[in-house]
């Protein structure tokens, strides 16, 4: 994995609150919320990488700040080797070609005035492509290659089901023929009946059409289905990233051990009911918790996580490439962590100096 398609350094999304009459008085920084707070992940030529966590980690706002359709507070994104940050004129036309979305809602997602066939040829009307029976043709194609009847063009958002609806967004999507597709949570709003049969179908149109895929999810089954490799968030940081299988088979960071403990299995309890593995709920990202974010939840947190924000550190395979990232004071063996006492909700884990 050398040539990485997409590239996300340190990326920023704040949102700043109207400084009050308190903060104008005190002279007080006005509150941000930081919705994504220094993320950083790449995203190989036809691979699908997952970006996980739960609700309000800031997944969605990180898909649509490097697309450019929320502006950055910070950080860079470069597409193709470009800074996409510092597009303008063509360039970012260019790049608003190359790089689409598949929302997650397609009942709200797609205008209820427009027919299938203005929805699927819509971005190419805005982009001057073809002429007006090229774009028909087109969307004709489109419909029929995601599995709809080019004979249900003409008919409105209203008159298809849930699954149809997002086949249409996923056509729209395609009409440009991006590289690079965020796929926004597609499949969480549908029925389980039709999820396999939209996942299947992203993944056909990936092998065709050689398309790079960042799939956002909080659903981890549907995760494993899906991707290459998978960066989990918690609280707008990435707090690991490494190979799917790898990830599923041995988390190495708690909050990843914590989400898959999460999943819903038949043999969770007696009862199949889900494992309590994530107690509490997400901190406001008005105020996160000082040290590690994940400290107020995690069952391995020390002193020493409420101190200092533990940076990513990376693990290589023997050819020097990396294979894991991992942001916990746990995994290194040589930190204060070891020797600083457990806080009252963590479990009790031996020492350094005991083992
Ligand atoms: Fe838990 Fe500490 Fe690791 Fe944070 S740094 S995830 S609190 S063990």
Redesign the pocket.
Known sequence: MTDPLVEVEDLEKYYYEDDSLLDRITGREPTSVKAVDGVSFTVERGETLGLVGESGCGKSTTGETLLRLREATGGSVSFDGEDVFAMDGEDLVDFRQRAGIVFQDPFSSLDPRMTAREIIAEPLAVHDVGTAADRRSRAAELMERVGLSSAQLDRYPNEFSGGQRQRIGIARALALEPDFVVCDEPVSALDVSVQAQILNLLDDLQSEFDLTYLFIAHDLSVVRHITDRVAVMYLGEV?ETGPTDDIFEDPG???TEALLESVPRADASEHGRRVDALPGDVPSPRDPPA?????TR?????E???ETD?QPVAESDSAGDEQRRI?????DADHD?WASEP?EH?RAEPMADDD
Do not use: D, K
């Open positions: 707090v960071h708690p909050y040290g590690c974010r994940f400290h995690c069952p391995y947190a020390r020493a996580c409420r533990p942001a916990c004071f746990r995994t962590y806080l963590a």
